[in-house]
């Protein structure tokens, strides 16, 4: 595997090598990425777009990067979140569409006219506070079908907005969707009650924008030959599936990106009774070899992850003590070298840790660990 080490400068696209120094480092598979989108193109009919979710910095694993592999595999279609996110990718030269998902001020819509990014439009009252800007720009129109989060819910109200945008040739609606809060559960009343809300809706467009598109992963997964014009590929995209029900339930099995790395720094034998880090919460109950590893919880290796283990040699070695704000302790079974790899998700050998094991031990979803990988850790792609 070819390691890359690329940092992205403030300069537009441009990119400077970096050297890091401590060992520790998240390694993106960009092959992994683009095996997912290509494994789904084949999966959807024709006409269906793929559009890339790379909000949360690629749910950690590097907007930029992400987004121009995707782009080579074959999306043609990128989203955000925020304003921001999407300022980022064409600062760095990206120039797909890109759809701002979340709620933009209206402060920003010259910039989005002047940059071509895709406004998402989740109320009258937001389209209303537009009118005084007479450039083109464009929108997809949002509606709330049962998600409660942001949109169009009301019929009226959709009503009123499509007269408003009729009449102002400059704001170009090319496309409408909505969003999906239960397509990951087995159970699909909520999520049928859904696409009947939307396609009600729907009816209300007197031209139907280029773009319909109402599916996330899950939605995509169960039933990707069912779809509108484009699909919104996230989670999964960076091979991780949505919920255990869809993990099962898979139409192509998914490639992780995602493995995080560091290397043993010290190793000592410590006698029986000899008490290890914060709080002395943990005695050695025999003479024991222990490594440090130069990861904490400033990294995203939370302190409630201090019944997990790391991979040393294909094997599971747990964490010993209070995970620090740098550093943790873990117990071997012998002696190993200063510089012995660690693996603490993915796969080491025949051993793989996943990501769905440290979201049990932290009572969220994979998503929320992903995004929660500090800044501190460089992102190392290969491909
Ligand atoms: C985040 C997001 C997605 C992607 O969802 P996944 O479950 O990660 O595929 C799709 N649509 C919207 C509106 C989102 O906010």
Not at 67 to 93: M, W
Not at 200 to 225: C, G, K, W, Y
């Amino acid at each position: 595997m070819k390691r890359i080490i690329v940092k992205h400068t403030e300069k537009e696209g441009s990119l400077m090598s970096q050297s890091y120094y401590r060992p520790t480092f998240i390694q993106v598979d960009l092959q992994a990425i683009k095996s997912n989108i290509k494994h789904l193109k084949e999966k959807l009919q024709k006409h269906t777009s793929i559009m890339a979710i790379v909000k949360a910095n690629a749910y950690g694993h590097g907007a930029i990067e992400v987004a121009n592999a995707a782009l080579q595999a074959g999306a043609t279609l990128l989203a955000v979140a925020s304003p921001e996110e999407s300022v980022q990718l064409r600062d760095a030269g990206v120039t797909a569409d890109i759809l701002v998902l979340g709620a933009s001020p209206i402060s920003f819509l010259p910039i989005a006219s002047e940059r071509n990014i895709t406004l998402t439009a989740y109320s009258y009252e937001w389209l209303f506070a537009t009118r005084h800007f007479t450039k083109s720009f464009k929108t997809h129109i949002k509606i709330d079908s049962g998600m409660g989060r942001i949109g169009f819910v009301q019929q009226e109200e959709l009503q009123k907005a499509l007269v408003f945008v009729r009449d102002r040739k400059w704001i170009n609606v090319t496309g409408v969707f909505t969003h999906f809060s239960t397509a990951d559960e087995e159970d699909a009343t909520h999520f049928k009650k859904q696409i009947a809300a939307f396609e009600q809706m729907l009816d209300l467009f007197e031209q139907r924008p280029a773009i319909v598109h109402t599916s996330n992963s899950a939605a995509t997964l169960r039933n990707p030959s069912q779809d509108w014009d484009a699909v919104r590929f996230g989670i999964s995209m960076y091979g991780i599936a949505p919920s255990p029900w869809i993990d099962e339930n898979l139409p192509f099995p998914l490639e992780r990106a995602l493995s995080l790395h560091t290397e043993v720094v010290h190793v000592k034998r410590v006698k029986k009774g000899t008490s290890i880090g914060y709080g002395a919460s943990y005695t050695a109950s025999s003479d024991e070899w222990i490594a440090t590893l130069p990861i904490g919880y400033a990294d995203g290796l939370l302190r409630k992850l201090h019944n997990q283990s790391v991979l040393i040699k294909g094997k599971r070695m747990p964490i010993v003590g209070k995970i620090c704000m740098d550093q943790c302790m873990i117990r071997l079974d012998e002696q190993v070298d200063i510089g012995e790899k660690v693996v603490l998700l993915g796969k080491q050998m025949n051993e793989e840790i996943r990501i769905e094991e440290w979201a049990n031990a932290l009572q969220t979803i994979p998503y929320e660990i992903c995004c929660t990988f500090s800044n501190r850790l460089p992102r190392l792609y290969s491909e």
